[in-house]
């Protein structure tokens, strides 16, 4: 079985309103990417290893992690995107 995030592979788009103002945040990509420098370019279980330290026990399978981002507001949030699952036979 492998799991995909949908917003990763462009499978879906994400509208998200901004918390505090309301005003629609921009997706900056999975939290794996700000980790370092070479982060994208890691494989990717370290990535998934990177991901798994970032969010609690309860919270560690197959979610991917992005940061939102308010221009209006200059904040930044996190978002919990539900990865989608497949059988491989």
Known sequence: MFHLCPLCNGLTSLEVACPVCTHQTIDYGKLDDFAGPYSPYEPLHQAAAMSQILLAETDREHYCVHVLYCANCNR?????IQEWGSIVT
Not at 76 to 80: A, L, N, S, V
């Open 76 to 80: 930044d949030y996190r978002c919990k």
